[in-house]
């Protein structure tokens, strides 16, 4: 994981802001576990890139192991670091250059700009199965399970069984359909050697058993997941919530004490401290308070979901919480979206600001019990709205 070394090293230290006046100057010197070859990687793939700049190819090689990078570290930096290097080719971008772009585009949740351009990358080669895979990851967020299912048969057109299996699975899953759900990524999993394949298919298979209320069959999963020890924020963060779920608060301070780089996981860090009042949870809140005031102040809104949890469950400001989950819920519409929607309407007694969820709710047959229970406490206190 990255550490911002020069905050570690001298937190007290003022930072006076500074304009660069080249490309080669350093601003800041991020420390690497021991033995990670990652910096001497991008070197080379920079180097390569530096000595052949109009080559979509190399190009490409590097812009997605920064993506890449962000998605295993939690880093977003490494998002502007890809984007500077695609945005180069703006005269006739390759499908896998448009691709990416489209991945960036739906990092940073312009989910439209992300559809465009994978529609750009296939109208030039119909079988790019990258783009059909993203495509159908939108689809998925945006709760339109019909399109996502659509991507999910082109992969199987083009042979990509893993992939196909992946995303029909989530598609069942999210559609009210969580047993076929289950035997579908069961069986993606039986077809799949690599092991970013695996940790995906794994971390998505102990989602699947939470929500059926499969408990150690998730907790199975999961640990399978972690075992092949790669880092994955995504992986990390789903099972330190099925842990505080559990009520297993003093295991996730184990599992993320090393990660504050990351938003995402210090948030569930300072939950667990915060429920098992450590003396660390006070600094951890002032941090999560900082870093969201800076994205506000740079017009990121990439994590008001997360913005809503923490003013929940840490503030106790019920109000903020359901206006962030609103916002939220309005541009991504997947089950931790609709989670924190309905216990921000559920704090701030007001039933009505929950209505999309249980509209979503009625019409997909999504199964999980704690949702249900969530979206039934609505109605009990509004007893004119109907139960999904």
């Known amino acids: 994981m990255l550490a911002l070394a020069l905050l570690a090293l001298a937190p007290s230290v003022q930072a006076v802001p500074r304009t660069p006046t080249a490309d080669t100057d350093v601003l800041e010197t991020l420390a690497l576990r021991a033995g990670d070859n990652t910096a001497r990687e991008l070197a080379n793939l920079r180097a390569a890139l530096n000595r052949a700049p109009a080559d979509s190819e190399l190009a490409t090689n590097l812009a997605q192991r920064y993506f890449d990078l962000a998605l ?3 880093d977003p930096r490494y998002i502007g670091y890809a984007e500077a290097v695609v ?18 585009r739906q990092y940073r949740h312009d989910f439209a700009g992300g559809l465009k351009d994978f529609a750009a990358a296939l109208q030039q080669d119909p079988d790019h199965a990258v783009a059909h895979a993203w495509r159908g990851a939108i689809f998925l967020v945006q ?12 992969l199987q057109r083009l042979g990509r069984n893993t992939l196909a299996g992946g995303c029909r699975g989530l598609a069942q899953a ?8 289950y035997l579908t990524l069961k069986s993606a999993l039986g077809l799949s050697i690599d092991a970013n394949n695996r940790l995906w298919l794994l971390t998505r298979l102990g989602e699947v058993a939470a929500w059926q209320g499969h408990t150690a069959l998730a907790q199975q999963h999961y640990r ?16 330190s919530d099925f842990l505080l779920d559990q009520g297993q608060a003093s295991e996730v301070v184990r599992l993320l004490s090393s990660w504050e780089a990351s938003d995402s996981l210090l948030l569930r860090l300072t939950e667990a401290e915060t429920s098992l009042k450590l003396p660390e949870a006070a600094r951890h809140q002032r941090m999560m308070a900082d870093r969201y005031a800076a994205a506000r102040a740079r017009g990121d809104t990439t994590h ?14 019920a109000t903020s919480a359901l206006q962030l989950a609103q916002q939220n819920y309005a541009v991504q519409r997947e089950p931790r ?30 199964e999980d019990a704690s949702t249900r229970r969530l979206a039934q406490t609505l109605v009990q206190a509004d007893p004119a709205r109907s139960t999904p």
């Open 72 to 74: 295993a570290r939690g």
């Open 143 to 154: 709760a339109d399970y019909a399109a996502a299912h659509t991507e999910c048969d082109a």
């Open 174 to 181: 999210y559609g009210g359909q969580l047993d076929a759900a």
């Open 337 to 366: 979206d609709a989670r924190v929607l309905l216990e921000a309407a559920v704090a701030a007694k007001n039933p009505a600001a929950a209505q999309p969820v249980q509209d979503w709710l009625r019409r997909s047959g999504f």
């Open 224 to 239: 399978e997941a972690l075992r092949l020890g790669q880092d994955d924020v995504y992986l990390l963060a789903a099972w």
């Open 304 to 317: 008001r979901a997360e913005e809503a949890r923490f003013e929940l469950r840490l503030r106790g400001d």
């Open 87 to 104: 945005n180069r080719f703006t005269t006739a971008p390759t499908p896998a250059l448009l691709t990416l772009r489209g991945m960036l």
